[in-house]
C-alpha cells in the first residue's frame, strides 16, 4: 500500500483496509450472478487476446499510438455480443484503467494527499466530515 492515496487517506482517518488480490476474484454478470469458471475463462481469454493485438499495434506505430487509442481500434475491430463487451469493459477496467491510472501523476507525501482529500470530501459533504485531531 506504499505510496497509495487512498491508503493514506485511511490510515488518516483510521478505516481498516484489506488486501486486494486480482488473482482471487468473483466476476459478476450484469444481473449480478457470479461467472462460472467457464465463463471467468473466456472472458479472460478475450482479454488477453485484445491486450496482444494491442501490443502487436502498438508495436506496428513505432509506440506512438496511445494505449488507449489501440484498445479503442482494435475493440471495435472485434465481434462481440452486449454481454461479451461489458465482460471486456470491466477486464479493461480492472486490469489497465486501475492499474495505469495514477501513472503520470507526481508523488505526492501523505499529508499532502489527506489534506487534499479532506478538502475535497469537505466541500462536498460540508460540516458531516470532520476533520481527525493530529496525533
Request: charged share 30%; net charge negative.
Amino acid at each position: 500500500m506504499r505510496d497509495n492515496p487512498v491508503a493514506a487517506l485511511a490510515k488518516r482517518l483510521n478505516v481498516a483496509t484489506v488486501a486486494t488480490n486480482y488473482d482471487s476474484m468473483t466476476l459478476y454478470d450484469d444481473d449480478g450472478t457470479a461467472l462460472d469458471d467457464t465463463q471467468r475463462r473466456a472472458a479472460e481469454q478475450r482479454f488477453r487476446a485484445l491486450m496482444r493485438a494491442v501490443d502487436a499495434l502498438r508495436e506496428e506505430s513505432d509506440g506512438d499510438a496511445s494505449l488507449a487509442s489501440a484498445i479503442a481500434r482494435v475493440r471495435d475491430q472485434v465481434a462481440m455480443n452486449t454481454k461479451q463487451q461489458h465482460m471486456l469493459d470491466i477486464s479493461i477496467n480492472t486490469m489497465v484503467e486501475h492499474e495505469y491510472a495514477a501513472a503520470e501523476l507526481e508523488p505526492k507525501g501523505d499529508a499532502e494527499v489527506v489534506g487534499e482529500a479532506m478538502s475535497v470530501l469537505q466541500r462536498l459533504y460540508g460540516d458531516a466530515i470532520r476533520l481527525p485531531s493530529s496525533r
